[in-house]
C-alpha cells in the first residue's frame, strides 16, 4: 500500500470518527443491504460499488472481547483494557469498552459506541460504553 493510500484510508476513518464523536454515526450499506464501514469504497461481500450512507443503530451488543495486559507501547498507559468485537447488525466494530469493570462483560451485553482519546498518545479511539 502507498503512503496516499493510506492517507485515504486514515482520512476516511477519521471522518467516520467524526460522525461518530458529533453523535451521527453511520455505516455502508449497498443496494443488497451488505453492511461496511469506512474508508472501505466497495462492498466487502458482493464487490457493489454503490455504497450509501445509514444511520448506525443506537446499540450494539457485545459479541467477543480480550483483555490486554501487556500493550504494545502506544497503548502503554491503557493497560489493562478489554478489546471487544460488537455486533450492531449490519456492522461488526471493533474498539475498546471503557468505564466498567471486566467481570461485567458478557457476550450479549449492550453497549453505546463513543470516540475518546487513548491514555498514551492522545489518539482518537473508538469505544464501547455499557448501557
Ligand atoms: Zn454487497
Redesign the pocket.
Known amino acids: 500500500m502507498s503512503d496516499t493510500d493510506q492517507a485515504a484510508r486514515d482520512a476516511g476513518f477519521d471522518e467516520w470518527l467524526d460522525a461518530l464523536a458529533d453523535d451521527d454515526p453511520y455505516y455502508l450499506?449497498?443496494?443488497?443491504?451488505?453492511g461496511?464501514l469506512p474508508p472501505r469504497r466497495v462492498?466487502?461481500?458482493?464487490?457493489?460499488q454503490t455504497?450509501e450512507q445509514r444511520p448506525l443503530p443506537e446499540t450494539g451488543r457485545l459479541e467477543t472481547y480480550t483483555i490486554t495486559y501487556i500493550p504494545t507501547p502506544s497503548f502503554a498507559e491503557d493497560a489493562p483494557y478489554a478489546t471487544a468485537i460488537v455486533d450492531f447488525g449490519p456492522v461488526r466494530l471493533t474498539g475498546q469498552v471503557v468505564d466498567t469493570d471486566f467481570e461485567a462483560l458478557e457476550p450479549g451485553l449492550e453497549v453505546t459506541p463513543a470516540v475518546t482519546t487513548t491514555e498514551t498518545t492522545g489518539n482518537r479511539l473508538l469505544v464501547f460504553r455499557v448501557r
Open positions: 450499506a449497498c443496494p443488497d443491504g451488505h461496511s462492498c466487502p461481500v458482493c464487490g457493489s455504497l
